[in-house]
């Protein structure tokens, strides 16, 4: 049977990157709240394309049932930003935000783990997880409150399910991407080549997560440019 991964929160930038990546050994199934993004990398990697909320449970336990055998990687992607000055902020802007980044990150993990944890054939790694991060998950800066919250509430998440999910044979691990990626129609200065993420080379990061000998599994890792500050 072939392997199973799941990309929630697909477009064209590191989600299309992911999907081309595990599309060479695994069937993908890519879940979109706009499926229009995500329907040329669906098409370009022959992957299987699901419009759904990433915040609704129902929608996402039903396609993580769908799914021929218990995945063996499923990412989260998706967050939202809400900015401005703390005095000026929009509660339910906020309360938005938080739900996409944090908790529809809870409701991935929630049922990949379900379905992980049936899977009693699998030797050794019986699944593994990533939630994509952000430098506002290991500093909050100023004027962007709500998703320095989102991203906190979702490293906190993947160190809590690492702490339980590893001695039960599930990998969770949280990538902080810290820096810009290089999307397309986004341009890096000409001067400073490299001083963007390249979103293959970020995926080719995940990729060695995903195998990672569990004798020495990371639960939490950066990636940025050579040139970014930290």
């Given amino acids: 049977m072939r392997k199973q991964a799941v990309i929630i929160g697909a477009g064209s930038g590191l989600s299309a990157a992911l999907a081309r990546e595990f599309a060479t050994d695994h069937t993908v199934t890519l879940a979109a709240r706009d499926g229009t993004r995500a329907q040329s990398v669906a098409e370009a990697t022959g992957a299987r394309l699901v419009q759904l909320d990433a915040t609704d ?15 063996n990687l499923v990412v989260y992607n998706p967050s939202a930003r809400s900015r401005g000055p703390i005095a000026e902020l929009d509660i339910e802007a906020v309360r938005n935000a938080i739900d996409v980044t944090a908790v529809g990150a809870l409701i991935a993990a929630k049922h990949a783990a379900r379905r992980m944890l049936e899977n009693t054939s699998q030797q050794g790694c019986r699944g593994t997880i990533l939630l994509t991060g952000a430098s506002a998950g290991v500093k909050g800066f100023a ?49 400073r080549p490299d001083s963007m993420l390249d979103p293959d080379a970020i995926a080719r990061t995940y990729r060695h ?22």
């Fill in 57 to 71: 449970e129902t929608a996402v336990a039903d396609m993580v049932d769908s799914l021929d055998g218990a995945p």
């Fill in 143 to 191: 004027n962007s409150a709500p998703f320095a919250m989102g991203k906190f509430a979702q490293r906190g998440l993947a160190e809590s399910m690492a702490r339980e999910l590893h001695p039960k044979g599930i990998h969770v691990a949280w990538v902080n991407v810290d820096g810009a990626i290089r999307n397309p129609g986004r341009d890096e200065p000409a001067d």
């Fill in 209 to 230: 997560l995903y195998e990672q000998d569990r004798s020495a599994w990371t639960h939490e890792i950066a990636v940025r440019p050579w040139v970014e500050t930290f």
